[in-house]
């Protein structure tokens, strides 16, 4: 059969046309919203329309056929229209109040899980791992899907002080912004990566696997025709390797994962924060993950027991000191936690006022 | 069809969070790749290590991006993933779909791929995982022909991305949905065909809540603000007392510029002090709304840790107009474009190169004066340039004030 | 110049890099534009209609892209040889 004519440089199709009725006859005009439970809220206009909106937790990857079954509940309920949120949720949009309680229904008869709006844990923003990455030290999918196992009452009923945001990646690269979330599981290396010398020459480009290096750690090594990596300057970020494929850094026995919190993104009472490391290392344990879920879930309950309404996990900490953070949760301090890399100047402390 | 024994990834389809496992096996059911995916899988899970190997060198016809190639080292073992490649289709603004539309690329991905997607990618892309190279061309035809072009990849402008905004928010300061239209269709050459040093992504929120992240991921953020005073509603403030809130500690106590106050009767804000940080108006939403101006700020260079650290975008522009056609903002992306693309070594992003050329560069290079809104605090060294003009500015204001008699700092 | 000349020169370029440096599309005009002097828009006009019939293509290697000379497979696959 004769393929259609392709088209180039012809962009997204206008959105406007994915708007259902409502939203269309009230864009732009919201004049507030109420979070009726974690699975449902609704918008109201200026002009006293409503539009309610249902929340689903999405694994991320979606075979054609639950994309479908979502086509098929959107068309029962919401005329069609349903959309999809950057965390990687769905959403039904009803604009028929009658229609939401029959929609949750059938949803819930359909093994949908309803959740992940307002001050709870939503759906994990996450990598691609083992499922399909090259430079993946750990499988994003199966972490998120252990985690949210241990903490879906946040996400379907159970209330935090505010709002825990989860990430997981699966090496340095942080494809997911990792580096903002209130805890965060990023896959490390640990070990000097290793050089086909053989093949260096005919892969790679000495300047640029050179000038990959945060930390000047490679060198040229003209009787290989290739470099050499100073073991003392490693970090182990994995760079080198994205540049040059001959260059080898996976290790099965010592590949693992860190885990940083107290990051966030908005603006909302303090100013963006990066995550920071608390546990350098706990080896890779598929499926499970078992100390990681353990973990993840002590420091949520460490901070729903403590913190204050409102206070986001890195302004809890903030508040608390990081010592008292150490202290309360019994996570051992070590050396990974104090920067020795780009950062040291602004977090090492310049006061003797501290908490014993 | 071969049958794969998975007793490792069998155990990720327990519980009660949707299991990604699930989803693959349902392709995997009518798919041969989707089945060999899930037996790479259950390998990678039983070894500890990934088998992909680094993306190749695939795409379609004329485009340098939207395809990004994928090979398993296994492709023996598991001849359905030796290609596996991803293909991204740009999403529509704000991730609306119907229906019609998605079972549409639905069912050309099942006809053509392995069934498998990702709903999105962290990008904002809705990404398909796992086609042949043979029928990269076919897969092109089949979705520009009903009106769908890839998204970005590699040394190009990414896919633009925006939060929900007007569609249904009542925060929003700026039509996010359509400035992201309009920036993807003004920038659809940057998209598609890889120019850049490195890789350039935009993002777009309507107010400081940030809803995509775009001030720790986008090299160039646009957040929505405003200049004009908070409206209170008293009796709405009123109607949070009496439902529970406790106002003085909840909202005034945790106002960051300490500008509120409250009586028990009545709520009060300092506007002139107000840093617009939405603490107050998301907790009450009811009865705080912003009014008068409206538009951006524009913030610049956030990315991921590779190379030296991550960064968070810094405010260039405190505040512009956000308004179709967009002529200011765009103008704005082509100078950053420039100043980039004379100064940038290969795959610097343009946080990086502002750190090595001085943000001084930069700003000058977009035509921006220096104001305090684009710091936290000024310079802690003594070690700064000072240009020829630089001195001679000082000397004349110097002049000026022995003339007139007044000091002028 | 003609249009033809001007695509032999670019193809000259590229093939003078091959296997040495991947090159980026600005690497070539700028190169191109250095030798001849020619208007960096009509050079970038040439170039992109090299790419547009698979004379020249766009490929991704290292963690960046850059514009190369196509393989044989590449052709075969696009149709553009047998």
Redesign the interface.
């Known amino acids: 059969m004769a393929l259609p004519q392709r088209k180039t440089d012809i962009g997204p199709p206008h959105y406007k046309q994915f708007l259902p009725p409502v939203i269309q006859k009230n864009y732009g005009k919201w004049k507030y919203h109420e979070v009726i439970n974690p699975g449902l809220m609704v918008h109201v206009a200026e002009s006293g329309d409503k539009i309610w909106t249902v929340r689903v937790a999405s694994p991320r990857i979606l075979a054609t056929d639950t994309i479908r079954e979502h086509c098929d509940v959107a068309d029962k309920y919401c005329g069609g229209f349903f959309r999809y949120t950057t965390r990687n949720n769905v959403e039904f949009l009803v604009s028929d109040e009658k229609q939401v309680e029959p929609l949750r229904k059938d949803l819930a008869a359909r093994g949908f899980k309803m959740g992940g709006i307002g001050a709870g844990i939503t759906n994990v923003v996450h990598t691609q791992g083992w499922v399909h990455c090259h430079s993946a030290c750990t499988d994003a999918s199966g972490l998120v899907k252990s985690m949210m196992d241990e903490l879906m009452e946040y996400f379907e009923s159970k209330r935090l002080p505010n709002k825990v945001r989860l990430a997981v990646a699966c090496c340095v690269n942080m494809c997911g912004a990792v580096h903002c979330s209130d805890i965060a599981v990023v896959a490390v290396h640990t070990k000097v990566p290793t050089i086909a010398h053989e093949n260096f020459k005919n892969m790679c480009e000495l300047p640029t696997v050179i000038g990959s290096c945060p930390t000047r750690a490679i060198s040229p090594d003209p009787a290989n025709k290739s470099v050499k990596i100073n073991a003392e300057k490693c970090m182990y970020c994995g760079n080198c390797f994205t540049v040059c494929p001959p260059i080898s850094i996976k290790d099965p026995e010592r590949d693992g994962v860190a885990i940083v919190v107290g990051g966030k993104i908005n603006s909302l009472r303090t100013s963006p924060k990066f995550s920071k490391l608390v546990i350098p290392y706990i080896s890779n344990e598929p499926p499970r993950w078992p100390k990681v879920v353990a973990a993840i879930k002590h420091i949520v309950e460490v901070y729903a027991k403590n913190a204050r309404k409102h206070e986001r996990i890195g302004e809890w900490i903030e508040r608390i000191g990081w010592e008292r953070f150490f202290s309360m949760t019994g996570i051992d301090f070590t050396f990974q936690c104090i920067d020795d890399f780009t950062f040291m100047r602004d977090t090492m402390r310049t006061s003797s006022t501290f908490k014993w | 069809m071969k049958k794969y024994d998975t007793p490792l990834i069998d155990e990720l389809e327990k519980g009660p969070w949707p299991s990604f496992v699930t989803e693959m096996k349902k392709s995997a059911k009518k798919n041969e790749m989707a089945n060999d995916a899930v037996g790479h899988l259950e390998k990678c899970f039983k070894t500890k290590v990934g088998y992909w190997k680094h993306g190749g060198i695939v795409g379609v016809l004329g485009y340098g991006g939207g395809v990004i190639g994928r090979y398993s080292e296994l492709g023996d073992e598991f001849p359905g993933v030796a290609h596996f490649h991803t293909v991204r289709i740009n999403q529509p603004s704000g991730f609306f779909y119907t229906s019609a539309a998605l079972r549409e690329i639905c069912d050309i991905w099942d006809k053509y791929g392995s069934g498998l997607t990702n709903v999105h990618g962290s990008t904002g892309d809705l990404v398909l995982l796992g086609t042949k190279t043979e029928a990269l061309e076919a897969i092109f035809a089949e979705y520009s022909s009903r009106g769908w072009d890839l998204g970005g990849s590699g040394s190009a402008l990414r896919t633009p991305s925006c939060c929900v905004g007007p569609g249904r928010c009542e925060w929003t300061n700026y039509d996010t949905l359509d400035l992201s239209y309009a920036l993807t269709q003004e920038f659809q050459d940057e998209i598609h065909r890889p120019t850049f040093a490195y890789k350039f992504k935009i993002k777009m929120s309507g107010c400081a809540c940030d809803c995509v992240a775009s001030i720790a991921r986008a090299d160039m953020s646009i957040i929505g603000t405003w200049k004009g005073n908070i409206e209170v509603n008293q009796d709405e403030v009123k109607n949070y007392a009496k439902n529970g809130m406790d106002i003085n500690a909840e909202i005034v106590g945790m106002c960051p510029t300490q500008c509120m106050s409250y009586d028990g009767k009545e709520l009060r804000i300092n506007n002139a002090e107000c840093s617009r940080c939405m603490h107050c108006i998301t907790r009450m939403t009811k009865a705080l709304r912003p009014t008068g101006e409206r538009g951006a700020t524009i913030c610049i260079g956030s990315k991921a840790p590779i190379v030296v650290g991550s960064l968070l975008s810094w405010v260039i522009v405190p505040f512009i107009k956000v308004e179709p056609p967009y002529t200011e903002v765009k103008d704005l992306v082509r100078k950053i474009w420039e100043w980039w693309d004379e100064n940038a070594k290969p795959r610097e992003r343009i946080g990086e190169v502002i750190e090595m050329k001085g943000m001084r560069s930069f700003l000058e290079g977009i035509g921006q004066a220096p104001i305090p809104q684009q710091i936290k605090e000024p310079r802690k060294d003594p070690f700064m340039f000072y240009t020829e003009d630089d001195m001679a500015a000082f000397k004349a204001k110097e002049a000026e004030e022995k003339k007139t008699g007044k000091y002028k700092f | 110049m003609e249009m033809s000349e001007l695509q032999d020169k670019i193809f000259a370029f590229c093939e003078a890099a091959k296997g040495k440096?991947?090159l980026?599309?600005?690497d070539i005009i700028n190169g191109i534009n250095a030798e001849s002097g020619l208007d960096k828009d009509e050079i970038k006009k040439a170039l992109?209609e090299m790419?547009?019939v698979?004379r020249l293509?766009?490929?991704?290697?290292?963690?960046?892209?850059s514009v190369e000379i196509p393989s044989e497979e590449?052709l075969r696959?696009?149709?553009l040889i047998k």
Do not use: P
């Open positions: 440096k991947k980026k599309e600005k992109r790419i547009n698979g293509m766009y490929s991704y290697g290292g963690g960046a892209s590449y696959e696009k149709g």
